[in-house]
């Protein structure tokens, strides 16, 4: 798990206790957060086996905010409302199927793993940090 805290920066902290608006702090954090996931859901549609093309539209981010601890959570995956129906009749959920593409499955008929989703992160991860960070100084400057 990647994780990007400003804390320990001088510079920083003295910057963000200037700028006392948390609204404005908040919407450089959701920014941020998404823009540092943008390298990794590339990465992750381009690794994803297609079979209907679903699981490939699906990916992407969910950003929720903690106010209490002031913190912005980004979550890449397969989202909701992407589901349809194939030829058969049945219903194709991505959402419903992505770890039994991502880990593999046993039972009567058994698949094995195909990641998408971890080594998307682990190529992208530093890359992904970077992005988030200068988005976040840009805001923060823009503000001062």
């Known amino acids: 798990m990647a ?3 400003f804390q320990g920066d001088r ?5 963000l206790k200037r700028i006392r ?3 404005y702090l908040e919407s450089g954090l959701y920014a941020s957060v998404k823009a540092g996931a943008k390298p990794i859901i590339a990465s992750a549609k381009a ?3 297609r079979r209907t093309g679903q699981l490939r539209r699906s990916i992407g981010v969910k950003t929720k905010a903690y106010t209490r601890n002031e913190t912005v959570v980004g979550v890449i995956g397969p989202r909701s409302g992407f589901a349809t129906v194939d030829d058969n009749g049945n219903r194709i959920d991505p959402n419903k199927y992505a770890h039994l593409v991502e880990l593999g499955h046993g039972g009567p008929k058994p698949a094995p793993p195909h990641p ?3 080594p998307a992160f682990e190529a992208n991860k530093n890359n992904a940090i970077a992005q988030a960070r200068k ?7 823009s503000r001062l």
């Open 116 to 118: 998408f989703l971890r």
């Open 3 to 5: 994780v990007l805290t």
């Open 47 to 49: 690794l994803a086996p």
């Open 135 to 141: 988005i976040m100084w840009q805001k923060i400057q």
């Open 21 to 23: 608006d948390y609204n």
């Open 11 to 15: 510079e920083l902290l003295k910057t």
